[in-house]
């Protein structure tokens, strides 16, 4: 079954380091997001990503980050200058239009932890 | 604005009992979807059930039932006959919009506990 990869699992940085988490959307699906979740609270939606470009971004997604589709396959979150505060996990997300429910398929989320 | 709301940081349940986990959201989109997702303590995020806001009846997935009161803003998940695997996480979302570039936000989340 086609599922979203992410790489790293888990990555240690020091404050004020840029860092880059990188997802494998489902191939065949057009809309990817980036998710946040600090220590298994609530999931925060920080950016959705169509047709090359932001479709909608929250008030945590400020200038320190950004998202890119680099290729065919790869979707990347950017973090310019890590603060403690960033440590969290990050969820990448999928879907396709296609799918009447529109329901997301997750990957296994990137642990960071800003020291 | 969107927004989603569960007011049951933690429930327990008896192994075999039915449970049920509440949720409302308000919108002022007439077009919405709402979805539940279950998080084990492993941490991925697994998709459970879907309810679109036209739709006449209630979704149900095996187990897992929407009890969907539109007038009330409700979209509650029973989940009958728990196990100890339906320990986890719970979190009620909801996606505004029919397309899927629409931002799908999440509630704070319920922690179910099965006792067995």
Redesign the interface.
Known sequence: EPEVTQTPSHQVTQMGQEVILRCVPISNHLYFYWYRQILGQKVEFLVSFYNNEISEKSEIFDDQFSVERPDGSNFTLKIRSTKLEDSAMYFCASTSWTLNTGELFFGEGSRLTVL | AQKITQTQPGMFVQEKEAVTLDCTYDTSDPSY?L?W?K?PSS???I?LI?Q?SYDQQNATEGRYSLNFQKARKSANLVISASQLGDSA?Y?C?M?EG????????????TRLFVKA
């Open positions: 979807g979805f997702y998080q941490g991925e995020m998709f879907y679109g996480m979190f979302a996606r029919r397309t899927g570039g629409f931002k799908t936000i999440f509630g704070a989340g």
